[in-house]
């Protein structure tokens, strides 16, 4: 695994306890993530318990971290960012495209409804749902497959949240947002992309941008064809280009 990951030793859980509160007041609450809400649900959430063991001291670092199949658990606070871009409120219905280890789509079951996830690699899909069902959370359903399809049976979705860069946002997710309903995506092919913000209001789409970002590839039929540029396969996916701070 990468430099980041250290094998954690005596005295863990408190550690790890202290690591996330500091994880919460640091890279959160001080850059700009206000709501109560998303701040308590990254607080209930055991971050370490989505990460590779060898991970598990660094599970609260500012940083994304590898979780195998080149692909990595996004940065807190990018985590925070589109969480808190979607405006959950307990009734909605969310999807999630690249479930990766699963953590994103904890925090999201904690402020939603109902949250469906799909994962390209069938790999990470399984270690997932089992990871989430081990834990407890009962509200969420994981499948495997192209994520850019979305899931027509389930929709219209509430709140779309995809965690890989594509080209464009694919079209089919934004016909499977609800009236009033609201996409994050990263999009573009540079070596960072553009978070937007998608909302569909009295049948129009309006979108914006929020913020710069790195993210793996989006796979299928609306992603990238392997390789994808070199830059955004060294491993800082997942994060915000506002990395400012530090441990
Ligand atoms: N939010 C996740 C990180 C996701 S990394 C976490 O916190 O752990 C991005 C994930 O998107 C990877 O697991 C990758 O396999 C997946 N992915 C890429 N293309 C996809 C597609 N077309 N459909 C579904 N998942 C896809």
Redesign the pocket.
Known sequence: MGSACRLGSGGESERLEEARREMIERQLRRRGIHSPQVLDAMRAVPRHE?VPADCRAAAHSDQPLP?G?G????QPLM?ATMTEALGLIPRDRVL??????????AVLSLLAGEVYS????PE?AEAARQRLARLGFTNIRVRE????LGWPEAAPFDAILV??AAPEPPAPLIDQLAEGGRMVIPAGCGAYQELLRIERRAGRIRRSTLDWCR??????R??WEQPFPTEMEDGL??QSRHRTGGR
Do not use: K, N, W
């Not at 497959?145 to 850019?148: A, W």
């Open positions: 989505f979780i199949l692909q990595t658990i996004s985590v999630e495209i690249g479930t990766g280890s699963g953590y994103q789509t799909i994962e390209y690699l990470l497959g192209d994520g850019g965690a890989a993210f793996v590839p989006l796979r299928g609306y992603g996916a997942g």
